[in-house]
């Protein structure tokens, strides 16, 4: 009788075996990645993307950034991410004040992080210059854009791209130029291309704005294409954080340009929704 108990109770913690959903009898530790699953984010870009300005004080805030910030402030795309895919890890190499022609350097670091799924936020810096005759060039930026954009497609063919349009920067003047705090920000060399004399109707001053409103528009349009030519593996956002109209409410009230943590946050989820990663970490 001893016998049969004791067979019967090998059968039973072999049928559990067996009704493991893994099949494994040495199930993945916690944290790390499935196959297919992915490991490495990185985001490329400006302040935006290193979440400048959204602490208390105007430096880089890396935990809020909406792409790899890490903060329970911000439900980044790194965060919504690993809701899904606990072993993913992120990389900013995102620095402020870049331009489109630092892009290449940035996607160089990403191959070297071995990224599976890049975000890519660039060309404020571009229009935001001392003087509009200052702004990069429309075609100088494509070239900038389709050369990081190469460096990725070679180094990291398999990787996920996800290029996010520019935030539209004269929304920002429109509700902010009757913000007499927001006035003297920018009176302190904020965007100056787009927000100097901020107050000021002369023609000159209004036809400035427009041309910068207009280059950021085509900026827009390039990184579009970019992002087409590259192949079905570079996502653009189809223009959704440009189209986000945002509030004072979601910038920080030191230099009244850089979005807070609830801006961060906004930008997270409009770019997520547009992103279309969703499923990546659900198909196991």
């Not at 019967?8 to 493991?20: E, I, M, S």
């Not at 900038?144 to 990291?156: F, H, I, K, P, W």
Request: with cysteine; aromatic share 6%.
């Amino acid at each position: 009788m001893r016998r049969w108990t004791a067979a019967l109770a090998c059968l039973a913690a072999l049928v559990a075996l067996a009704c493991d959903g893994s099949g494994d009898a040495s199930p993945r530790p916690s944290g790390t990645p499935a196959p297919g699953e992915p490991r490495v984010l990185v985001a490329l870009g400006d302040s935006v993307s290193t979440g400048y300005g959204s602490c208390l004080v105007l430096v880089s805030c890396e935990r809020n950034s909406w792409s790899t910030g890490d903060g329970l402030r911000v439900e980044s795309l790194y965060r919504r991410l690993r809701a899904d895919a606990p072993g993913l890890r992120a990389y900013n190499r995102a620095v402020p004040g870049a331009r489109a022609a630092a892009l290449t350097g940035q996607a160089r670091s990403a191959v070297r992080d071995k990224a599976d799924l890049v975000t890519v936020l660039i060309g404020a810096n571009d229009a935001c210059r001392g003087d509009v005759d200052d702004m990069t060039p429309v075609a100088t930026f494509r070239d900038q854009v389709d050369a990081a954009l190469g460096v990725l497609r070679e180094g990291r063919p398999k990787a996920r791209v996800l290029v996010v349009s520019i935030p539209d920067l004269y929304r920002l003047w429109q509700i902010g130029h009757t913000e007499p705090r927001a006035v003297r920000a920018w009176s302190r060399g904020v965007c100056p291309s787009l927000l100097a004399d901020a107050t000021s109707t002369a023609p000159a001053a209004v036809a400035r704005r427009a041309r910068v409103r207009d280059r950021i528009e085509a900026y827009d349009g390039q990184l579009r294409a970019a992002c087409r030519a590259y192949g079905s593996r570079c996502r653009w956002d189809g223009g959704a954080v440009h189209r986000h109209r945002f509030d004072l409410d979601q910038v920080n009230a030191l230099d009244w340009f850089h979005p807070n943590a609830t801006g961060q946050g906004r930008l997270a989820e409009v770019a997520w929704n547009a992103s279309g990663w969703s499923g990546l970490t659900r198909a196991r």
